[in-house]
């Protein structure tokens, strides 16, 4: 195993400042475990309002914050905070924005939508405002990730980004991509108007074929999948469609691994990855 390999997590959901949940507790267990290998983690989640900030002792890193990121010619500042997961050992950086994570959501542990089990009609902006914060963040670090590894739908940019806007960004230009599939599925469609906000420099309108119909959850996936360099089945049940788009673009594959083996079994796949 190459010790020094260093891995960006970037994760839509973590325990234990989100509810337990497949995604939520792999993203709190794998980034402690390939650290305890010996690797460098950093760890990203969202700042959603149902985090409570005292309880979880976050605070806001100054000399990160106070970007805007410009979204459908909007300016949307970004703050980041920290808290660590002292058992871990492990720091926990968050990506806030007052429009896109508001202090309070109607029902505890609901992030993606209200008190009716409604969708966000902004949760495309909020995938944009999240992936692009992460990556300018972690600029502002000075941190070359190896390998950045996506959980949920909400992180399904991230190889996009990687791949065309970032990819002569002396952090990113040699990082390799992981996109675990999961059974988390968002319900209502993103609107046409999310192609056009996805075009930063880099970004050609035929790099977004994936998009051309509705832009659902297996059409936003399938764009994750076309700019990553490898895709683990992170829930034993996923879209079979999805499966069979992976299967077909011959991309690295790790199909589904028990809870008891996928930490060792994850870290041999980047060590392939990396190869």
């Known amino acids: 195993m190459t010790k020094n390999i260093k891995v960006l997590y970037i994760s839509q959901e973590i325990t234990p400042y989100l509810p337990e949940s497949e995604i939520a507790c792999i993203s709190r267990q794998l980034p402690q475990a390939t650290q305890e290998k010996g690797r460098e983690i950093r760890t990203f989640m969202p700042k959603y309002g149902c985090i409570n900030e005292r309880r979880n002792q976050l605070h806001e890193v100054i000399r990160l914050s106070g970007m805007n990121l410009i979204i459908d010619d909007t300016d949307h500042p970004l703050i980041i905070k920290v808290a660590s997961i002292q058992a871990a050992r492990m720091q926990v950086y968050f990506i806030d924005n007052d429009d896109y994570f508001p202090r309070k959501n109607p029902v505890e542990g609901n992030v993606y939508g209200d008190n009716n089990f409604l969708e966000f009609d902004n949760n495309e902006e909020r995938c944009i405002f999240f992936i692009r914060g992460v990556l300018e963040t972690v600029k ?25 806007t970032y990819n002569d960004e002396p952090f990113f230009k040699n990082a390799k991509v992981i996109f675990s599939l999961y059974d988390k599925q968002f319900q ?40 990553s360099d490898g895709v683990i089945q992170g829930s034993k049940n996923v879209n079979n469609t999805l499966l069979t788009y992976t299967a ?5 594959f790790l199909p589904y691994q028990n809870p008891d083996e996928y930490i060792d079994e994850y870290n041999v796949f980047y060590d392939k990855i990396m190869e």
């Open 188 to 227: 209502d469609p993103f609107t046409p108007a999310f192609r056009e906000k996805l075009l930063l420099p880099g970004i050609e309108k035929s790099d977004l074929n994936s998009l051309t119909g509705t832009i659902d959850y297996e059409a936003v996936t399938k764009l994750a999948i076309d700019f």
């Open 140 to 164: 502002k670090l000075r941190w070359t990730p190896d390998i950045i590894h996506c959980h949920g739908w909400l992180t399904s940019l991230t190889p996009l980004y990687i791949k065309k």
């Open 248 to 252: 077909d673009s011959n991309k690295l």
